[in-house]
Protein backbone atom coordinates (compact mmCIF):
# COMPACT_ATOMS: atom_id res chain seq x y z
CA UNK A 1 0.00 0.00 0.00
CA UNK A 2 1.16 3.72 -0.79
CA UNK A 3 1.34 6.05 2.07
CA UNK A 4 -0.82 8.66 2.08
CA UNK A 5 0.25 12.04 1.99
CA UNK A 6 -0.47 12.61 5.62
CA UNK A 7 1.54 9.55 6.48
CA UNK A 8 4.78 11.00 4.72
CA UNK A 9 7.23 13.62 3.88
CA UNK A 10 8.38 12.33 1.21
CA UNK A 11 8.12 13.53 -2.21
CA UNK A 12 5.91 16.48 -0.84
CA UNK A 13 8.83 18.15 1.30
CA UNK A 14 11.83 16.14 0.39
CA UNK A 15 12.84 17.67 -3.43
CA UNK A 16 12.41 20.99 -2.66
CA UNK A 17 13.02 22.05 1.10
CA UNK A 18 15.89 20.76 2.66
CA UNK A 19 18.94 23.42 2.05
CA UNK A 20 22.56 22.21 1.19
CA UNK A 21 24.26 22.79 4.17
CA UNK A 22 21.27 23.42 5.98
CA UNK A 23 21.89 23.04 9.19
CA UNK A 24 25.38 24.94 9.49
CA UNK A 25 24.31 28.14 11.24
CA UNK A 26 27.34 29.28 12.42
CA UNK A 27 31.12 27.61 12.51
CA UNK A 28 33.50 27.62 15.78
CA UNK A 29 30.48 27.45 17.94
CA UNK A 30 28.88 24.12 19.04
CA UNK A 31 27.47 20.41 17.07
CA UNK A 32 24.07 19.27 17.96
CA UNK A 33 22.95 15.62 16.73
CA UNK A 34 20.57 13.07 17.20
CA UNK A 35 18.21 11.06 16.02
CA UNK A 36 14.34 11.09 15.08
CA UNK A 37 12.41 7.35 16.28
CA UNK A 38 8.96 6.65 16.08
CA UNK A 39 6.22 5.47 18.41
CA UNK A 40 7.90 1.94 17.62
CA UNK A 41 11.51 3.11 18.52
CA UNK A 42 12.76 2.55 14.85
CA UNK A 43 14.66 5.50 13.29
CA UNK A 44 12.85 7.99 10.93
CA UNK A 45 14.88 8.48 7.86
CA UNK A 46 12.90 10.89 6.37
CA UNK A 47 11.65 13.45 8.79
CA UNK A 48 12.43 17.21 8.32
CA UNK A 49 13.80 19.40 11.25
CA UNK A 50 13.65 23.40 11.45
CA UNK A 51 15.32 24.98 14.50
CA UNK A 52 15.06 28.72 15.29
CA UNK A 53 17.29 30.12 17.99
CA UNK A 54 18.77 33.81 19.03
CA UNK A 55 22.28 34.61 18.43
CA UNK A 56 24.44 34.52 21.50
CA UNK A 57 23.92 38.47 22.71
CA UNK A 58 19.61 36.68 22.97
CA UNK A 59 18.75 39.08 19.52
CA UNK A 60 16.14 37.52 17.29
CA UNK A 61 17.00 39.78 14.62
CA UNK A 62 19.32 36.95 12.64
CA UNK A 63 20.47 37.49 8.86
CA UNK A 64 18.48 36.99 5.65
CA UNK A 65 19.59 36.30 2.02
CA UNK A 66 22.70 34.05 3.45
CA UNK A 67 22.00 30.90 0.78
CA UNK A 68 23.82 31.32 -2.12
CA UNK A 69 22.77 30.62 -6.05
CA UNK A 70 24.94 29.62 -8.68
CA UNK A 71 25.06 32.40 -11.04
CA UNK A 72 25.02 30.00 -14.09
CA UNK A 73 22.80 27.16 -13.43
CA UNK A 74 20.23 28.80 -10.61
CA UNK A 75 21.11 25.76 -8.14
CA UNK A 76 21.10 26.23 -4.54
CA UNK A 77 24.40 26.01 -3.48
CA UNK A 78 24.14 26.38 0.50
CA UNK A 79 24.92 29.13 2.61
CA UNK A 80 27.72 31.60 2.27
CA UNK A 81 28.71 30.51 5.82
CA UNK A 82 29.28 34.51 7.20
CA UNK A 83 25.76 35.59 8.44
CA UNK A 84 23.75 33.98 11.63
CA UNK A 85 20.64 33.87 10.66
CA UNK A 86 18.99 32.22 13.55
CA UNK A 87 17.18 29.96 11.30
CA UNK A 88 18.07 26.38 9.76
CA UNK A 89 16.15 23.41 7.77
CA UNK A 90 17.67 19.61 7.55
CA UNK A 91 16.29 16.58 6.53
CA UNK A 92 17.32 12.75 9.14
CA UNK A 93 19.54 10.84 6.71
CA UNK A 94 18.91 7.13 5.52
CA UNK A 95 19.46 6.49 9.31
CA UNK A 96 17.48 8.78 10.92
CA UNK A 97 20.27 11.12 11.86
CA UNK A 98 20.56 14.69 11.71
CA UNK A 99 23.25 17.82 12.56
CA UNK A 100 22.73 21.20 13.56
CA UNK A 101 25.93 23.35 13.83
CA UNK A 102 25.53 26.35 15.61
CA UNK A 103 26.50 28.71 18.23
CA UNK A 104 25.07 28.84 21.97
CA UNK A 105 21.76 30.56 21.85
CA UNK A 106 21.49 33.53 24.61
CA UNK A 107 18.10 32.24 25.46
CA UNK A 108 19.03 28.98 26.31
CA UNK A 109 17.22 27.35 24.25
CA UNK A 110 16.56 25.91 20.09
CA UNK A 111 13.01 25.88 19.12
CA UNK A 112 12.93 22.82 16.60
CA UNK A 113 9.70 22.11 14.15
CA UNK A 114 9.11 18.23 13.28
CA UNK A 115 7.90 17.13 10.52
CA UNK A 116 7.63 13.69 9.85
CA UNK A 117 5.39 10.82 8.23
CA UNK A 118 2.40 9.92 9.91
CA UNK A 119 2.45 13.40 11.90
CA UNK A 120 -1.06 15.02 10.57
CA UNK A 121 0.28 18.43 12.01
CA UNK A 122 4.10 19.27 13.14
CA UNK A 123 5.30 19.31 16.32
CA UNK A 124 7.29 21.84 18.16
CA UNK A 125 9.55 21.07 21.27
CA UNK A 126 12.94 22.81 22.37
CA UNK A 127 16.48 21.93 23.09
CA UNK A 128 17.61 23.35 26.50
CA UNK A 129 21.38 24.33 26.55
CA UNK A 130 20.80 26.31 30.08
CA UNK A 131 18.30 26.59 32.98
CA UNK A 132 14.89 28.31 32.15
CA UNK A 133 11.84 28.22 34.15
CA UNK A 134 9.76 26.46 31.77
CA UNK A 135 12.11 23.25 31.76
CA UNK A 136 12.47 23.48 36.08
CA UNK A 137 8.28 23.56 35.95
CA UNK A 138 8.29 20.16 34.32
CA UNK A 139 8.43 16.51 36.48
CA UNK A 140 12.16 15.53 36.05
CA UNK A 141 11.58 12.17 34.02
CA UNK A 142 10.06 14.77 31.32
CA UNK A 143 12.48 17.74 31.46
CA UNK A 144 15.38 15.43 30.75
CA UNK A 145 13.58 14.98 27.47
CA UNK A 146 14.58 18.45 26.35
CA UNK A 147 18.13 18.47 27.81
CA UNK A 148 21.09 17.29 25.46
CA UNK A 149 23.69 14.76 26.99
CA UNK A 150 27.03 16.79 26.08
CA UNK A 151 28.82 13.92 24.49
CA UNK A 152 32.24 15.84 24.83
CA UNK A 153 33.07 19.37 25.06
CA UNK A 154 30.98 21.34 22.27
CA UNK A 155 28.85 18.38 20.89
CA UNK A 156 25.83 17.61 21.91
CA UNK A 157 23.13 14.54 21.29
CA UNK A 158 19.25 15.33 21.42
CA UNK A 159 17.40 12.77 20.19
CA UNK A 160 13.70 12.78 19.24
CA UNK A 161 11.09 10.39 20.68
CA UNK A 162 8.08 10.95 18.40
CA UNK A 163 5.93 8.12 20.77
CA UNK A 164 6.61 6.15 23.42
CA UNK A 165 8.09 5.96 26.84
CA UNK A 166 10.73 8.04 25.73
CA UNK A 167 8.57 10.80 24.08
CA UNK A 168 9.94 13.96 23.87
CA UNK A 169 8.13 16.77 25.56
CA UNK A 170 5.85 18.54 22.48
CA UNK A 171 5.42 21.86 23.01
CA UNK A 172 0.89 23.66 22.05
CA UNK A 173 1.95 27.06 21.28
CA UNK A 174 -1.98 26.50 20.16
Not at 48 to 65: C, H, I, T, V
Not at 90 to 108: E, I
Request: net charge negative.
Amino acid sequence: MNPTPSQTVGPFYGYALPIPRGGDLADGGITVHGYVYDGAGDRVPDALLEFWQADPSGSLKGAPGTLRRDQVSGELLGRHGVDFTGFGRVSTDADGHWTLRTLVPGTGYISVCVFARGLLHHLYTRIYLGRDAFLDSLPPERARTLVPVEEREGVHRFDIHLQGENETVFIDFG
